[in-house]
C-alpha cells in the first residue's frame, strides 16, 4: 500500500498565475475526494469523483477551479487566475466505493501560497 | 449529516486514557459517527466509526450513549505522537465527510 500520494508538497505562486496539482489515490480505489484546509480550520469539502465520472462539486469551488480524473486513476485540480484567498493545503483522498461504509485515505496534501 | 461538538483543545499526560467527547444531538438513525485525527502537516488519517454499538480497534475504542446523542473516543494509552486534531464526523456513508474543527489534543510528557 503506498498511500495517496500528492504533488507538489509546495506551491509559491504570484497572483494571476495558474496552478496545477496532482493526485494518485491508491491503486484499487474508485473514488477520489478533493478538499481544502486554512489554517485553523477543519477541511472543506471540494469535490469527488467515482472512477472519471465527477459527481459532486461544492458551491466553494468556483469557476476558477477544474478537477479532473482522465481515466479514473489519478486526478488534477487546476486553479485560475489564482487569488490570495486561494492559499490554503489542499488534500486529496481516496476510497473504495461501494456499498457499504467508506474509510477515506488522505494524501499529505499540496500547501499552496498565492503571492 | 449530523452537527457535531467538540471541545476545542484538551490536555492529556502521557501514559493515560484520553477520552474525547463529541456531542451529535441531531445524529439521525442511520448516520455512523467517524472520528478521524490530523498530526500537524499530514492529512487526516481514519481511526475508527460506529453506529450503536461500542467499538474497539487497534488504535483506540468508540463509546456511543444508548441514545447516541454523544459519543467519547477513547485512546487507551496516550503517547507524544497522539498530539493531533481530532474530528468526530456525523455521516451517512462518508461520501462527502463533513469536517468541523475539531479537539486540539496535547499530550504532556
Known amino acids: 500500500d503506498t498511500g495517496v500520494s500528492q504533488n507538489p508538497r509546495h506551491k509559491i505562486t504570484k497572483r494571476g498565475q495558474n496552478v496545477t496539482f496532482r493526485c494518485d489515490p491508491i491503486?484499487?480505489?474508485?473514488?477520489l475526494y478533493w478538499y481544502r484546509q486554512t489554517l485553523g480550520q477543519g477541511p472543506e469539502f471540494l469535490t469527488y469523483?467515482?472512477?472519471?465520472?465527477?459527481?459532486?462539486k461544492s458551491r466553494l469551488l468556483s469557476d476558477r477551479f477544474s478537477a479532473e480524473r482522465p481515466k479514473g486513476s489519478f486526478s488534477t485540480l487546476e486553479i485560475q487566475r489564482t487569488e490570495q484567498g486561494d492559499s490554503a493545503m489542499y488534500l486529496c483522498?481516496?476510497?473504495?466505493?461501494?456499498?457499504?461504509?467508506?474509510?477515506?485515505?488522505f494524501g499529505s496534501g499540496t500547501q499552496l501560497s498565492v503571492l | 449529516d449530523a452537527k457535531t461538538t467538540q471541545p476545542p483543545s484538551m490536555d492529556c499526560a502521557e501514559g493515560r486514557a484520553a477520552n474525547l467527547p463529541c456531542n451529535h444531538s441531531?445524529?439521525?438513525?442511520?448516520?455512523?459517527v467517524y472520528w478521524y485525527r490530523q498530526i500537524h502537516s499530514q492529512g487526516p488519517q481514519y481511526i475508527i466509526h460506529?453506529?450503536?454499538n461500542n467499538e474497539t480497534n487497534e488504535m483506540a475504542s468508540l463509546i456511543i450513549t444508548e441514545d447516541r446523542k454523544s459519543s467519547t473516543l477513547i485512546l487507551p494509552h496516550a503517547t507524544l505522537r497522539d498530539t493531533a486534531v481530532y474530528y468526530c464526523?456525523?455521516?451517512?456513508?462518508?461520501?462527502?465527510?463533513?469536517f468541523g474543527q475539531g479537539t486540539r489534543l496535547t499530550i504532556n510528557p
Open positions: 460506529g453506529l450503536k
Open positions: 441531531t445524529i439521525s438513525g442511520n448516520e455512523y
Open positions: 483522498a481516496s476510497s473504495l466505493g461501494g456499498r457499504g461504509l467508506e474509510k477515506l485515505f
Open positions: 491503486s484499487e480505489h474508485n473514488r
Open positions: 469523483f467515482q472512477n472519471e465520472a465527477q459527481l459532486e
Open positions: 464526523i456525523g455521516d451517512q456513508g462518508a461520501q462527502k465527510l463533513v
